[in-house]
T-cell receptor
Framework: KNEVEQSPQNLTAQEGEFITINCSYS?????LHWLQQHPGGGIVSLFM???GKKKHGRLIATINIQEKHSSLHITASHPRDSAVYICAVREEGGATNKLIFGTGTLLAVQP | NAGVMQNPRHLVRRRGQEARLRCSPMKGHSHVYWYRQLPEEGLKFMVYLQKENIIDESGMPKERFSAEFPKEGPSILRIQQVVRGDSAAYFC???????????FGPGTRLTVT
């Protein structure tokens, strides 16, 4: 079983829809990251959070440490949001800052 | 402030050759991480370096792979005697301090023929 699980693996939405991507993890963490990767492209860090909620434009990330769960929400989705969204965690107490990644959620937003 | 730079962006090597991947961290960042993304798989940690030191290489294959981050110049990920299974995207990330957010480079896509 992976230490970081994401759902769904694939998601197709119509433009304007509200989108939720979920991430569950099984280890104690000091921080959780949400990343975005376009096909064949680089990786952009969207959020790093250790508690509560963060918002940036149409993107909202929440985390529940007790339940070991995080969600990434996209409001008023747009075709340019089409990408792979990756959840990654940093284990607590580790001597390094290495990240453990989920397998990603492939999002396609259709016009 | 330029972002994390990686070169080359694409690298083709024949089996048995050496591959050298370079990563220049963001200005002021002294912590560098290398990750590998195999085709159809997720990202996996390889190695974490600070200037002149390897801090954690628990994700590095035991043979043929090495990494360095010298006092001057970029970090280098070196793969000797490449095999087809080394074909992947290799991403570098950097951070100013150990626990800070990591900033990713555009990646180097290695193809072994």
């Amino acid at each position: 079983k992976n230490e970081v699980e994401q759902s769904p693996q694939n998601l197709t939405a119509q433009e304007g829809e509200f989108i939720t991507i979920n991430c569950s993890y099984s280890v104690g963490i000091s921080a959780l990251h949400w990343l975005q990767q376009h096909p064949g492209g680089g990786i952009v860090s969207l959020f790093m959070l250790s508690s509560g909620k963060k918002k940036h434009g149409r993107l909202i990330a929440t985390i529940n440490i007790q339940e070991k769960h995080s969600s990434l929400h996209i409001t008023a989705s747009h075709p340019r949001d089409s990408a792979v969204y990756i959840c990654a965690v940093r284990e607590e107490g580790g001597a390094t800052n290495k990240l453990i990644f989920g397998t990603g959620t492939l999002l396609a937003v259709q016009p | 402030n330029a972002g994390v730079m990686q070169n080359p962006r694409h690298l083709v090597r024949r089996r048995g050759q050496e591959a050298r991947l370079r990563c220049s961290p963001m200005k002021g960042h002294s912590h560098v991480y290398w990750y590998r993304q195999l085709p159809e798989e997720g990202l996996k940690f390889m190695v974490y370096l600070q200037k002149e030191n390897i801090i954690d290489e628990s994700g590095m294959p035991k043979e043929r792979f090495s990494a360095e981050f010298p006092k001057e110049g970029p970090s280098i990920l070196r793969i000797q005697q490449v095999v087809r299974g080394d074909s992947a995207a290799y991403f570098c990330a950097s951070s100013p301090q150990r626990i800070d957010e990591q900033y990713f480079g555009p990646g180097t896509r290695l193809t072994v023929t």
